[in-house]
T-cell receptor, first 112, second 113 residues
Framework: QKEVEQNSGPLSVPEGAIASLNCTYS??????FFWYRQYSGKSPELIMF????GDKEDGRFTAQLNKASQYVSLLIRDSQPSDSATYLC????????????FGAGTRLFVKA | SQTIHQWPATLVQPVGSPLSLECTVE??????LYWYRQAAGRGLQLLFY??????ISSEVPQNLSASRPQDRQFILSSKKLLLSDSGFYLC????????????FGDGTRLSIL
């Protein structure tokens, strides 16, 4: 059974702080890694994707991938109350064939 | 740009009634299409995916079925709904099946009474 694991949270950070969200995956052959943001009652929205080891930055977001440790993370700098949402980690490639496996998500609260 | 439309937004149905949810994609051709269900507070469960017209792969043995009658149209159906079919149903598309991100519609919140 291919798995993507996330801490369910909630993770609470003060406004302006760095929020660090983590994800581990079981299939060593996985090739593509995505982060989605899901506001309560809404559908998931893609915010980042990463394919290679290392860091990828997009505005206040940084995705980090370590394939040797089967670990992917999302850093949110200067966190804002509007960042409060559930963040879903998704993994594809060899994981489960040609399908994307989603983690259950981490709830993030940013306190004003 | 590509857009995905999903309807209805909410639906309340009695147990045993039929179901039809529809999803269409604009601005791209030959997309890969997906149906997911998300139970309250849970992750996304892949129900069906399709790589082309009439090609449907089922991931779960449920009383649900899917069809793709046109390139950019994906339909989720049931002949008889169960209480356990309640949830948030999401349609998604991607450019290719492998390594590409999926993009979601707004979802249908289905309640079974």
């Amino acid at each position: 059974q291919k798995e993507v694991e996330q801490n369910s949270g909630p993770l609470s950070v003060p406004e302006g702080a760095i929020a660090s969200l983590n994800c581990t995956y079981s299939d060593r052959g996985s090739q593509s890694f995505f982060w989605y943001r899901q506001y309560s009652g809404k559908s998931p929205e893609l915010i980042m994707f990463i394919y290679s080891n290392g860091d990828k930055e997009d505005g206040r977001f940084t995705a980090q991938l370590n394939k040797a440790s089967q670990y992917v993370s999302l850093l949110i700098r200067d966190s804002q109350p509007s960042d409060s949402a559930t963040y879903l980690c998704a993994v594809t490639g060899d994981t489960g064939g040609f399908k994307t496996i989603f983690g259950a998500g981490t709830r993030l609260f940013v306190k004003a | 740009s590509q857009t995905i439309h999903q309807w209805p937004a909410t639906l309340v149905q009695p147990v045993g009634s039929p179901l039809s949810l529809e999803c269409t994609v604009e601005g791209t051709s030959n997309p890969n299409l997906y149906w997911y269900r998300q139970a309250a507070g849970r992750g996304l469960q892949l129900l069906f995916y399709s790589v082309g017209i009439g090609q449907i792969s089922s991931e779960v043995p449920q009383n649900l079925s899917a069809s793709r009658p046109q390139d950019r149209q994906f339909i989720l159906s049931s002949k008889k709904l169960l209480l356990s079919d309640s949830g948030f149903y999401l349609c998604a598309w991607s450019r290719t099946l492998f390594n590409q991100p999926q993009h979601f519609g707004d979802g249908t919140r289905l309640s079974i009474l």
